[in-house]
Protein backbone atom coordinates (compact mmCIF):
# COMPACT_ATOMS: atom_id res chain seq x y z
CA UNK A 1 0.00 0.00 0.00
CA UNK A 2 2.83 2.41 0.87
CA UNK A 3 5.84 3.12 -1.74
CA UNK A 4 8.97 3.62 -0.17
CA UNK A 5 11.82 5.73 -1.86
CA UNK A 6 15.15 4.08 -2.70
CA UNK A 7 17.01 5.94 0.56
CA UNK A 8 14.11 5.45 3.06
CA UNK A 9 13.64 1.47 2.16
CA UNK A 10 17.53 1.52 3.13
CA UNK A 11 17.20 3.55 6.23
CA UNK A 12 14.69 0.98 7.10
CA UNK A 13 16.26 -2.05 6.00
CA UNK A 14 19.36 -0.83 8.32
CA UNK A 15 17.07 0.75 11.08
CA UNK A 16 19.15 3.85 10.55
CA UNK A 17 16.89 7.01 12.02
CA UNK A 18 13.83 8.26 9.61
CA UNK A 19 12.50 12.22 9.85
CA UNK A 20 9.14 12.14 8.42
CA UNK A 21 8.59 15.55 6.70
CA UNK A 22 4.28 16.84 5.35
CA UNK A 23 3.95 17.91 2.30
CA UNK A 24 0.88 20.34 2.82
CA UNK A 25 3.10 23.14 4.20
CA UNK A 26 5.18 22.70 0.84
CA UNK A 27 2.12 22.87 -1.51
CA UNK A 28 -0.27 25.25 0.73
CA UNK A 29 1.49 27.06 3.33
CA UNK A 30 4.52 28.15 1.27
CA UNK A 31 4.46 30.92 -1.81
CA UNK A 32 6.10 29.45 -4.78
CA UNK A 33 8.91 29.42 -5.99
CA UNK A 34 10.76 29.40 -2.85
CA UNK A 35 8.36 26.55 -1.66
CA UNK A 36 10.45 24.24 -3.76
CA UNK A 37 13.41 25.25 -2.20
CA UNK A 38 12.84 25.04 1.26
CA UNK A 39 11.56 21.49 0.57
CA UNK A 40 14.98 20.56 -0.82
CA UNK A 41 17.32 22.30 2.03
CA UNK A 42 14.90 20.83 4.77
CA UNK A 43 15.45 17.37 3.29
CA UNK A 44 19.27 18.21 3.39
CA UNK A 45 18.99 19.61 6.99
CA UNK A 46 18.22 16.15 8.01
CA UNK A 47 20.98 13.95 5.50
CA UNK A 48 23.60 16.58 7.16
CA UNK A 49 22.47 15.63 10.69
CA UNK A 50 22.63 11.95 9.94
CA UNK A 51 18.96 10.97 9.66
CA UNK A 52 16.91 9.70 6.11
CA UNK A 53 13.71 12.65 5.38
CA UNK A 54 10.93 11.06 4.41
CA UNK A 55 8.73 13.35 2.74
CA UNK A 56 5.16 12.13 3.00
CA UNK A 57 2.50 12.71 0.12
CA UNK A 58 0.03 10.77 -1.79
CA UNK A 59 0.68 10.77 -5.70
CA UNK A 60 -1.36 9.58 -8.34
CA UNK A 61 -2.96 7.27 -5.58
CA UNK A 62 0.20 5.85 -4.18
CA UNK A 63 0.90 7.08 -0.88
CA UNK A 64 4.40 7.67 -1.06
CA UNK A 65 6.62 7.91 2.40
CA UNK A 66 9.74 9.59 0.93
CA UNK A 67 9.49 11.53 -2.73
CA UNK A 68 12.21 12.27 -5.07
CA UNK A 69 13.34 14.85 -7.03
CA UNK A 70 9.99 14.89 -9.93
CA UNK A 71 7.47 14.01 -7.10
CA UNK A 72 8.65 17.27 -4.96
CA UNK A 73 8.40 19.32 -7.40
CA UNK A 74 5.06 17.79 -8.47
CA UNK A 75 3.82 18.90 -5.34
CA UNK A 76 5.44 22.09 -5.41
CA UNK A 77 4.31 23.44 -8.52
CA UNK A 78 1.23 20.98 -9.85
CA UNK A 79 -2.47 23.45 -9.21
CA UNK A 80 -4.12 19.97 -9.21
CA UNK A 81 -2.86 18.75 -5.53
CA UNK A 82 -5.13 19.09 -3.04
CA UNK A 83 -5.33 19.53 0.72
CA UNK A 84 -5.31 16.07 2.21
CA UNK A 85 -6.41 15.36 5.83
CA UNK A 86 -6.61 12.07 7.66
CA UNK A 87 -10.40 11.43 6.30
CA UNK A 88 -9.37 12.49 2.56
CA UNK A 89 -6.65 9.88 2.35
CA UNK A 90 -9.00 6.90 1.15
CA UNK A 91 -10.63 9.31 -1.23
CA UNK A 92 -7.28 10.00 -2.95
CA UNK A 93 -5.99 6.49 -3.04
CA UNK A 94 -9.23 4.93 -4.19
CA UNK A 95 -9.33 7.79 -6.64
CA UNK A 96 -6.09 7.78 -8.14
CA UNK A 97 -5.85 11.30 -6.98
CA UNK A 98 -2.66 13.48 -5.62
CA UNK A 99 -2.82 15.17 -2.04
CA UNK A 100 -0.48 17.10 0.49
CA UNK A 101 -0.74 15.49 3.68
CA UNK A 102 -1.53 17.60 6.61
CA UNK A 103 0.03 17.19 10.03
CA UNK A 104 -2.66 14.85 10.78
CA UNK A 105 -2.77 12.66 7.73
CA UNK A 106 1.41 13.00 7.63
CA UNK A 107 1.14 11.56 11.09
CA UNK A 108 -0.95 9.14 10.21
CA UNK A 109 0.98 7.77 7.25
CA UNK A 110 4.19 7.93 9.31
CA UNK A 111 2.69 5.64 11.91
CA UNK A 112 1.84 3.24 9.31
CA UNK A 113 5.27 3.02 8.11
CA UNK A 114 7.02 2.82 11.61
CA UNK A 115 8.61 6.12 11.47
CA UNK A 116 8.39 8.01 15.47
CA UNK A 117 9.48 11.58 14.19
CA UNK A 118 8.44 14.24 12.87
CA UNK A 119 9.44 17.46 11.53
CA UNK A 120 6.56 20.56 10.28
CA UNK A 121 6.46 23.92 10.96
CA UNK A 122 3.35 24.86 12.93
CA UNK A 123 0.32 22.47 13.97
CA UNK A 124 -3.28 22.75 13.16
CA UNK A 125 -5.48 23.24 16.57
CA UNK A 126 -8.41 25.60 17.74
CA UNK A 127 -9.70 28.74 15.58
CA UNK A 128 -10.19 31.73 16.92
CA UNK A 129 -14.34 32.91 16.63
CA UNK A 130 -15.56 29.44 15.27
CA UNK A 131 -15.25 26.89 18.46
CA UNK A 132 -16.30 24.28 15.81
CA UNK A 133 -13.55 24.82 13.88
CA UNK A 134 -10.83 22.38 15.22
CA UNK A 135 -8.36 20.85 13.13
CA UNK A 136 -7.96 17.16 12.91
CA UNK A 137 -4.58 17.74 13.48
CA UNK A 138 -5.87 17.51 17.24
CA UNK A 139 -7.76 14.55 17.04
CA UNK A 140 -5.02 12.73 14.86
CA UNK A 141 -2.45 13.47 17.36
CA UNK A 142 -4.73 12.44 20.37
CA UNK A 143 -4.28 8.81 18.69
CA UNK A 144 -1.28 8.56 16.76
CA UNK A 145 1.89 7.77 18.54
CA UNK A 146 4.64 10.01 16.97
CA UNK A 147 6.93 12.13 18.01
CA UNK A 148 5.84 15.88 16.10
CA UNK A 149 8.50 19.13 16.65
CA UNK A 150 6.79 22.53 15.52
CA UNK A 151 6.85 25.92 16.58
CA UNK A 152 3.55 25.88 18.40
CA UNK A 153 0.68 26.76 16.36
CA UNK A 154 0.45 29.95 14.55
CA UNK A 155 -1.37 33.21 16.39
CA UNK A 156 -3.79 33.15 13.85
CA UNK A 157 -5.18 30.23 16.11
CA UNK A 158 -7.14 30.51 19.52
CA UNK A 159 -3.63 29.94 21.46
CA UNK A 160 -5.29 29.45 24.96
CA UNK A 161 -8.01 27.14 23.95
CA UNK A 162 -5.61 24.45 21.60
CA UNK A 163 -3.73 24.10 24.77
CA UNK A 164 -6.71 23.48 26.57
CA UNK A 165 -8.06 20.75 23.95
CA UNK A 166 -4.53 19.47 24.01
CA UNK A 167 -4.55 18.81 27.75
CA UNK A 168 -7.81 16.91 27.30
CA UNK A 169 -6.25 15.04 24.72
CA UNK A 170 -4.21 13.90 27.24
CA UNK A 171 -1.48 15.20 24.77
CA UNK A 172 2.38 15.96 26.36
CA UNK A 173 3.60 19.37 24.94
CA UNK A 174 7.63 19.38 25.86
CA UNK A 175 9.29 23.36 25.63
CA UNK A 176 12.60 23.07 24.00
CA UNK A 177 14.93 24.85 25.90
CA UNK A 178 12.13 26.96 26.71
CA UNK A 179 8.65 27.00 29.40
CA UNK A 180 7.02 29.35 26.90
CA UNK A 181 4.89 28.46 24.45
CA UNK A 182 5.84 29.36 20.79
CA UNK A 183 3.06 31.07 18.61
CA UNK A 184 4.98 29.99 15.69
CA UNK A 185 5.70 33.36 13.82
CA UNK A 186 6.41 34.47 17.35
CA UNK A 187 8.98 33.08 20.02
CA UNK A 188 6.41 34.08 22.93
CA UNK A 189 2.73 33.05 22.16
CA UNK A 190 2.11 34.88 25.52
CA UNK A 191 1.12 31.30 27.64
CA UNK A 192 3.26 29.18 29.09
CA UNK A 193 3.30 25.68 29.21
CA UNK A 194 4.37 22.59 33.01
CA UNK A 195 6.95 20.96 30.91
CA UNK A 196 10.86 22.14 30.04
CA UNK A 197 13.35 19.43 27.68
CA UNK A 198 16.83 20.42 27.42
CA UNK A 199 18.28 17.74 24.86
CA UNK A 200 16.89 15.09 22.12
CA UNK A 201 18.06 12.35 24.85
CA UNK A 202 16.11 13.51 27.55
CA UNK A 203 12.96 13.60 24.78
CA UNK A 204 14.21 10.09 23.79
CA UNK A 205 14.01 9.18 27.75
CA UNK A 206 10.46 10.22 27.99
CA UNK A 207 9.44 8.55 24.81
CA UNK A 208 10.68 5.25 26.40
CA UNK A 209 8.93 6.06 29.70
CA UNK A 210 6.03 6.37 28.19
CA UNK A 211 6.03 2.63 26.18
CA UNK A 212 6.38 1.06 29.95
CA UNK A 213 3.50 3.53 31.28
CA UNK A 214 1.04 2.47 28.61
CA UNK A 215 0.91 5.89 27.96
CA UNK A 216 2.12 6.11 24.53
CA UNK A 217 -0.98 5.98 22.34
CA UNK A 218 -1.03 9.70 21.57
CA UNK A 219 1.66 11.76 19.93
CA UNK A 220 4.37 13.93 21.92
CA UNK A 221 4.65 17.65 21.37
CA UNK A 222 7.97 19.43 21.42
CA UNK A 223 7.54 22.82 20.68
CA UNK A 224 10.63 24.53 19.45
CA UNK A 225 10.45 28.20 19.52
CA UNK A 226 11.78 30.80 16.54
CA UNK A 227 15.05 32.39 17.25
CA UNK A 228 14.18 35.53 15.37
CA UNK A 229 10.46 36.36 15.50
CA UNK A 230 8.53 38.58 13.33
CA UNK A 231 8.53 42.31 13.81
CA UNK A 232 5.53 42.16 16.54
CA UNK A 233 3.76 45.28 14.91
CA UNK A 234 3.42 43.74 11.61
CA UNK A 235 2.54 40.67 13.38
CA UNK A 236 -0.21 42.02 15.04
CA UNK A 237 -1.82 43.84 11.94
CA UNK A 238 -1.97 41.25 9.39
CA UNK A 239 -3.47 38.96 11.76
CA UNK A 240 -6.29 41.15 12.58
CA UNK A 241 -6.93 41.88 8.88
CA UNK A 242 -6.18 38.75 8.15
CA UNK A 243 -8.43 37.61 10.18
CA UNK A 244 -11.32 40.28 9.13
CA UNK A 245 -10.77 38.80 5.74
CA UNK A 246 -11.39 36.08 5.92
CA UNK A 247 -14.62 36.57 7.76
CA UNK A 248 -15.37 39.27 5.01
CA UNK A 249 -14.52 36.62 2.77
CA UNK A 250 -16.71 33.13 4.04
CA UNK A 251 -13.79 31.42 4.37
CA UNK A 252 -14.22 28.24 5.78
CA UNK A 253 -13.27 24.90 6.38
CA UNK A 254 -9.75 23.55 5.30
CA UNK A 255 -8.97 26.87 3.32
CA UNK A 256 -9.22 28.85 6.08
CA UNK A 257 -5.46 27.97 7.44
CA UNK A 258 -3.94 28.68 3.62
CA UNK A 259 -6.30 32.01 3.60
CA UNK A 260 -4.31 32.87 6.60
CA UNK A 261 -0.96 31.78 5.78
CA UNK A 262 -1.40 33.67 2.17
CA UNK A 263 -2.41 36.69 3.62
CA UNK A 264 0.74 36.95 5.66
CA UNK A 265 3.13 35.93 3.07
CA UNK A 266 1.61 38.55 0.39
CA UNK A 267 1.62 41.39 2.85
CA UNK A 268 4.82 41.04 5.15
CA UNK A 269 7.43 42.04 2.25
CA UNK A 270 8.99 38.82 2.91
CA UNK A 271 9.38 38.88 6.64
CA UNK A 272 6.40 35.51 7.32
CA UNK A 273 8.34 33.65 4.94
CA UNK A 274 11.58 33.97 6.37
CA UNK A 275 10.16 33.50 9.85
CA UNK A 276 8.72 30.24 8.37
CA UNK A 277 11.52 28.93 6.28
CA UNK A 278 13.58 29.15 10.02
CA UNK A 279 11.12 27.53 11.47
CA UNK A 280 11.00 24.64 9.42
CA UNK A 281 14.55 24.26 9.14
CA UNK A 282 15.63 24.29 12.71
CA UNK A 283 12.18 21.94 13.46
CA UNK A 284 14.31 19.05 10.79
CA UNK A 285 17.65 19.52 12.16
CA UNK A 286 15.70 19.12 16.20
CA UNK A 287 13.82 16.21 14.69
CA UNK A 288 17.04 14.35 12.92
CA UNK A 289 18.25 14.64 16.03
CA UNK A 290 15.58 13.43 18.07
CA UNK A 291 15.58 10.57 15.65
CA UNK A 292 19.09 9.51 15.86
CA UNK A 293 19.02 9.43 20.01
CA UNK A 294 16.13 6.93 19.92
CA UNK A 295 18.15 4.76 18.31
N1 LIG B 1 0.95 25.47 9.87
C1 LIG B 1 1.90 26.02 9.07
N2 LIG B 1 1.92 25.77 7.76
C2 LIG B 1 1.03 24.91 7.23
C3 LIG B 1 0.06 24.29 8.08
C4 LIG B 1 0.04 24.60 9.39
O1 LIG B 1 2.73 26.76 9.55
O2 LIG B 1 1.09 24.69 6.02
C5 LIG B 1 -0.84 23.24 7.53
C6 LIG B 1 -0.41 21.90 8.16
O3 LIG B 1 -0.39 20.93 7.14
C7 LIG B 1 -1.51 21.63 9.15
C8 LIG B 1 -2.69 22.23 8.45
O4 LIG B 1 -1.71 20.27 9.42
O5 LIG B 1 -2.18 23.44 7.90
C9 LIG B 1 -3.85 22.50 9.36
O6 LIG B 1 -4.95 22.84 8.59
P1 LIG B 1 -6.40 22.96 9.27
O7 LIG B 1 -6.30 24.17 10.16
O8 LIG B 1 -7.33 23.16 8.11
O9 LIG B 1 -6.64 21.70 9.99
MN1 LIG C 1 -10.52 23.65 10.10
Same mark, same amino acid.
Given at each position: ?5 ? =? ?29 ? %? ?33 ? =? ?11 ? %? ?29 ? %? ?54 ? %?????? $? ?31 ? =????? =? ?62 ? $? ?12 ? $?
Amino acid at each position: MIKYSA =EVATAQKNGSPIVALESTIISHGLPRPKNLI %VAQEVEAIVRNAGATPATIAVIDGTVCVGLDQKQL =ERIATDDQIVKAS %VRDLALIQAGKKSAATTVAATAHIAYLAGIN %VFATGGLGGVHRGNSFDESADLVAMSKIAIIIISAGVKSILDVPATLERLETLSIP %VLGYKT $KIFPGFYLTDSGYVIEHQVNSANEIAQIWRARG =ELKTD =ECSVIVANPVKNQMDLKLHEKLLTTGLALADKNKITGKEVTPFLLEHFHTNSDGESLRVNIEII $KANAQLAAEIAIAL $K
